[in-house]
């Protein structure tokens, strides 16, 4: 929502910004398909805390070198590519804690929470742009929840919850 503004701020005309959002969308089906591969084949917690950091990583990289055609291109590609590719994980991981019989229920939750977040982070986006004048504090937010979220997947336990282990 806040980065074709933070573009143009930054000497990016607009039509490039919406060639770079669109970016986003092309390779979230990529990044989303690897995902789901990788996904398939073992273990998810790993996998999510790393798209985590990647993240965080993305971000950071992109601050701190100029913003340019060529850095916005690599940053969105960048992004697109790790921003969808958690739901496979997510799935997977709420498939193999609960079961497939309250999946629909229980990943409900998860879609909900994340649209809740995503609101949040888009109005307080604006509220701390307005407040400060510019569009860091956002971004190293954005890292450090990328790295807060990294640390809190890592230890999860990839096996039935108990009370659905003997269903």
């Known amino acids: 929502m806040h980065l074709p503004p933070y573009l143009n701020e930054h000497g990016i005309s607009v039509e490039f910004a919406g060639f770079a959002m669109a970016a986003i969308g092309l390779f979230n089906v990529v990044g989303s398909y690897t995902a789901g591969v ?5 273990e998810k917690r790993v996998p999510l805390s790393l798209i985590y950091l990647l993240r965080s990583v993305a971000v950071t990289v992109f601050l ?5 055609t060529t850095s916005t291109l690599i940053f969105t590609a960048s992004l697109g590519f790790l921003w969808l590719s958690t739901i496979p994980f997510t799935m997977g991981l709420v498939i193999v804690m609960f079961g497939t019989r309250y999946m629909a229920t229980l990943y409900g939750f998860v879609f909900f ?20 004048g510019s569009y860091d504090p956002v971004w190293w937010m954005c890292v450090a929840l990328g790295l807060f979220a990294a640390i809190v997947h890592l230890p999860i336990r990839e096996r039935a919850a108990p009370a659905f282990a003997a269903a």
Do not use: A, C, E, N
């Open 113 to 132: 929470s994340h649209q809740l977040g995503s609101f949040i982070g888009v109005w307080l986006g604006g509220k701390l742009y307005d407040l400060y």
């Open 38 to 42: 990788i996904g398939g084949r073992g």
């Open 64 to 68: 701190l070198f100029p913003v340019t």
